[in-house]
């Protein structure tokens, strides 16, 4: 995993759908070098004047784009993945949500063959403020250049807990949304070893919700990496009905698999400390860094 | 998408999977001749998609007609997790030595689909002894695949034939119709090592029904989910009397907490889904108020790329209406401040955090 800088060439797939060319301007707006689209059949077209082609391997070969941040619908989203893992593509950022979870395996198992990473689907994508770089729809005035790794299952709840360490004085390294299905293309464990590890942020932020089990799997991993940093964690759907999907994918709870208390107490255990509101996140990590 | 067990087991027969004799029966009256034509003793089943159907008395095992009414009646009216059944299956009893356990299931965290076979079912897949789970290709599994899982499991040699049968259609099934889960528990052993599926569990990825039009019109539909689902909402009733709105899955959860927290019953979850813009919350608000049971409405927006301003507009549109019930909103974010006037003089009431609005909206105040 390589975290994009500033002026890095940007790739936005469906530059011409009607959340590619306003997310493309937004992502312009804040700063990010989003240097070609593709849009298959649109070849010749710009938006926001980015020059657009058809196919993504024209796209990488004339922009030098090694990262690319997808809008395609559902149904052609493995088809435009692979279009642009098999083009070089290095980080697939996929904003699109509804992809069959068979779908999703298959940009997994691609993704790792050829060395590249996905973040994604069904999530907002990633920014890193200091490099003002936003591949994703995040709203750019909640976030701020600091050094808190952020990482998230959930969309807007990214925005709201990123507003409140604005607020409170603590800017983000990076912030990530892994996407709110039940396959992620990069899980939370993957980003727990790489923001770790990552020099600028001196503490990190995971926030998750009932289904699955990997806040389980991420505690487990905290316990045996050892890690340094602090970690506060938040965890939504503590009053969520079993058997009900709430909104996202992988946000269901069956039997006992994937209940919040199951998360909060596996996260606990592992030294994190664990918000119980939103509106708590803030002062835990101020504890947790004095 | 969740099947029903007697559309489960419609989808087993197609992939050549035994499923004992059995008839749909959709009211009391039907259950007599049903019975007639089966061989006793005849099992009486709840088509509930609740699960724990057995303990909460949703199966009874009759061997006369009479019995059957009876327990026909009885279990028609009897509710499982707040869920009634529209009909019953009436299954002939199959006649079994010992009951296994097999599945092909996603495991999410090992990102790939999985077999597992347990030698002694039970009603705890998580806690079942001696469990074999095998990580299954996405282009699926041969016969070996189904062999090594057979001798994992120590099965008699007489019943590894059957076996590598069931798990061969099994997988097939799961893989070609997009299940997250395929399951069959119990998975009875007969006397001469036949094994016949007794129940059927399957749960279809919804994200992959575009490519499955034939599971489309299997549910029949809540007025209100089927609305919702129109509109593109994420949406789930709950029965209390708040209705919960907001943008995005992960705030309107955390809201939730927040109103469990504060000792508050949600009426419901709706997600109106990033991006939403004016008609969406006239629409979504339109819903809610007229949702039985719902007196008060919590609306929680985080403005980013939904502008707040045009849920305020929104609000006043459905307001004009002259239909609402009481509103306590939390509106942040992008154009906080705008919004906030175009609500002004309104019977809506503002606050600026979610804990604000929540700690109101569950006093009634």
Known sequence: MMLPKKGDAVLVQNMTGRYGRLHTRLMLDYGTNVAAGAAPGKGGQSVEGVPVYSTVQEAVDRSGARVSVCFVPAEFTLAAGMEALNAGIKLLVIITEHVPIRDELRLVELAQKSGASIVGPNCPGLIVPSQQVKLGIMPAPSFSPGNVALFSRSGTLTYEIAGQLTAAGFGQAVAVGIGGDPINGSTPVEWMDFVQNMDESRAVVAVGEIGGDAEERLAKHIEKSGYRKPIVAYIAGRHAPKEKKMGHAGAIIYGNYGTADSKISALTAAGVRVAKTPAEVPGLLRAALS | ?365
């Open chain 2, 1 to 365: 998408m969740r099947l029903f067990e007697y559309q489960a087991k419609d989808l087993f027969k197609q992939y050549g999977l035994p499923v004992p004799r059995s008839i749909l029966v959709n009211d009391v009256d039907g259950i007599r001749g049903a019975f007639a034509s089966l061989k006793p003793p005849v099992a009486v089943k709840s088509q509930v998609l609740a699960g724990g159907r057995g303990k909460a008395g949703g199966i009874a095992l009759v061997d006369d007609p009479t019995q059957a009414e009876r327990e026909a009646r009885r279990i028609f009216s009897l509710a499982i997790g707040g869920e009634k059944p529209n009909s019953l299956l009436l299954e002939e009893a199959y006649p079994h030595e010992k009951e296994m356990y097999l599945s092909v299931t996603l495991d999410r965290g090992d990102r790939a689909f999985v077999a597992i076979a347990a030698a002694a079912g039970g009603v705890d897949v998580e806690s079942m002894a001696g469990k074999v789970i095998r990580k299954i290709p996405l282009d699926g599994i041969d016969s070996a695949f189904a062999i090594e899982v057979a001798t994992l499991l120590k099965l008699p040699p007489i019943e590894v034939a059957p076996f590598v049968s069931i798990l061969l259609s099994l997988e097939r099934m799961a893989r070609e119709r997009e299940c997250e889960l395929a399951e069959i528990n119990p998975l009875a052993v007969g006397k001469d090592g036949f094994l016949m599926p007794l129940d059927a569990k399957v749960i279809i990825d919804d994200n992959a029904l575009f490519r499955h039009p034939e599971f489309a019109k299997l549910h029949p539909e809540d007025e209100f989910e089927g609305e919702a689902s129109r509109q593109g909402f994420a949406f789930v009733r709950l029965g209390g009397d708040i209705a919960v709105v907001g943008n995005g899955a992960g705030l309107v959860l955390s809201t939730l907490d927040l109103v469990g927290d504060a000792g508050g019953n949600p009426a419901c979850f709706l997600d109106l889904g990033g991006g939403a813009q004016q008609e969406r919350i006239e629409a979504a608000l339109r819903l809610v108020n007229r949702l039985p049971g719902v007196d008060r409405i919590l609306v929680n927006i985080y403005g980013g790329i939904t502008r707040t301003t045009d849920v305020a507009a929104g609000i006043n549109t459905v307001l004009a209406e002259g239909i609402v019930k009481p509103i306590y909103a939390r509106v942040s974010g992008a154009e906080e401040e705008e919004a906030r006037k175009l609500l002004a003089g309104t019977p809506v009431r503002m606050y600026r955090t979610a804990p604000e609005a929540v700690e109101a909206v569950v006093k009634g105040q």
